[in-house]
């Protein structure tokens, strides 16, 4: 009989309205919101009491965690990680895309394979649904993070070297 590996990683996508997978997202996602790189503000307690059910009722919204236990029965599992995604469009491929809109692996799972995990997960979610591409944002003095994204075969956009590379902008409306 094969033992089984202690620390596997195993992937599933979030069932919002299942109370565990909630309290794993709500808890991953405090976890990113308060680390430097994802802001370093906790969410809102008003935030971590609707974000499921908000998600829940977003179309187009999918998310990943990332477990690690002794197998995929549920018996011993721990969050480690998690993707948030949400679909979108390329208008100039006419097709849809797939945003991976956070990305958060646990400080002591870190280098273990769990990034590589979810966006494999997160790859073979948009391939299903026939989207052209994957889409992220990174921060530009996050170097782990955009080299696990390198590794998996991310680039930063540019349509024409000449023009520059895109940058992510934002403004907020609410605040």
Not at 11 to 21: K, L, N, Q, S
Not at 37 to 50: A, I, N, S, T
Request: net charge negative.
């Amino acid at each position: 009989m094969k033992e089984a590996n202690p620390t596997a990683v195993f992937v599933r996508p979030v069932d919002y309205r299942d109370a565990r997978d909630a309290a794993a997202l709500v808890t991953l996602l405090d976890m990113y919101a308060s680390d430097p790189m994802g802001g370093g503000v906790p969410l809102p307690e008003d935030v971590k009491q609707r974000l499921p059910g908000d998600l829940a009722a977003q179309p187009g919204a999918v998310s990943f965690i990332a477990w690690t236990g002794t197998g995929p029965d549920q018996e011993g599992e721990t969050a480690v990680g998690l993707a948030n995604c949400f679909l979108g469009f390329s208008t100039f491929k006419s097709l849809p895309l797939l945003n991976i809109h956070d990305m958060a692996v646990h400080p002591a799972h870190r280098g273990r394979g769990v990034g590589q995990a979810l966006l494999a997960a997160v790859e073979q979610h948009a391939r299903q649904l026939g989207c052209c591409k994957l889409t992220l944002e990174v921060l530009s003095g996050n170097a782990t993070a955009q080299a696990s994204y390198q590794r998996f075969g991310f680039a930063q956009y540019q349509l024409d070297p000449a023009a520059g590379q895109a940058l992510f902008m934002q403004k907020w409306l609410n605040p």
